[in-house]
């Protein structure tokens, strides 16, 4: 099973908008929803952001959006932060023996 | 939530076996709440998932690695291990113990990591 394909840097100014892609197969990310999308800063622990394709956990800022269109997944970060600049990882379920696939990850810089 | 920490060495030779535990606090590694999980990160790179274990003991291996990676529970202790055998440089990454939902809602608990090097 392949890793997830993301951009490998994205950058924004402070106040826009960005969004990162996750592109899969129609054998996870086009089947299931169950993406999810990870924040880590270096040295750091990932943190879980996203889940459910849109979903966000109890204390995620609103700034942080997901979506799906077939076998692509989305992150959206609207109203750019300095503490945004990290890198971002998407997710999928895969299912069969595999279960779980991660993207390469994509660095976001906040100019 | 509960709070995981991984232990173990640091440095394991070519060849040999891996070994990390990951101790849970706040919460039974009995509970049904969660799938105990492992994923690996090597330096610079995304993440990789590498198995899970259930409550009931049943566990699942990602195919690259299913040959040499067993998981395991420690009920005694409140943790989960893992074990890597025949271990190469292709090995050397940052080891996280993390927590999913049987719903699959995402890894939403994490270990701080630990970073084991493959070198003789």
């Known amino acids: 099973q392949s890793a997830l394909t993301q951009p490998a840097s994205v950058s924004g100014s402070l106040g826009q908008s960005i969004t990162i892609s996750c592109t899969g197969t129609?054998?996870?990310?086009?089947?299931?929803?169950?993406v999810s999308w990870y924040q880590q800063h270096p040295g750091k622990a990932p943190k879980l952001i996203i889940f459910?394709?849109?979903k966000r956990p109890s204390g995620v800022p609103n700034r942080f959006s997901g979506s799906k269109s077939g076998n692509t997944a989305s992150l959206t970060i609207s109203g750019l932060q300095a503490e945004d600049e990290a890198s971002y990882h998407c997710?999928?379920?895969?299912?069969?023996?595999?279960?779980?696939?991660f993207g390469g990850g994509t660095t976001l810089s906040v100019l | 939530q509960v709070q995981l920490q991984e232990s173990g060495p640091g440095l394991v030779k070519p060849s040999q076996t891996l070994s990390l535990n990951c101790s849970v606090s706040?919460?039974?590694?009995?509970?049904?709440?969660?799938?105990w999980s492992w994923i690996r990160q090597p330096a610079g790179k995304g993440l990789e998932w590498v198995g899970r274990?259930?409550?009931?003991?049943?566990?699942n291996y990602n195919p690259s690695l299913k040959s040499r990676v067993t998981i395991s529970v420690d009920t005694s202790n409140n943790r989960f291990s893992l074990t890597l055998s025949s271990v190469t440089a292709a090995d050397t990454a940052v080891y996280y113990c993390?927590?999913?939902?049987?719903?699959?809602?995402?890894?939403?608990?994490w270990g701080q990591g630990t970073l084991v090097t493959v070198s003789s």
């Open positions: 459910e394709g849109t």
């Open positions: 997710c999928s379920y895969v299912g069969g023996s595999t279960f779980w696939v």
């Open positions: 993390a927590t999913i939902s049987p719903r699959g809602d995402g890894y939403n608990n």
């Open positions: 129609s054998s996870d990310v086009g089947t299931y929803n169950l």
């Open positions: 706040g919460g039974s590694i009995s509970s049904d709440t969660y799938y």
């Open positions: 274990i259930y409550t009931s003991g049943s566990t």
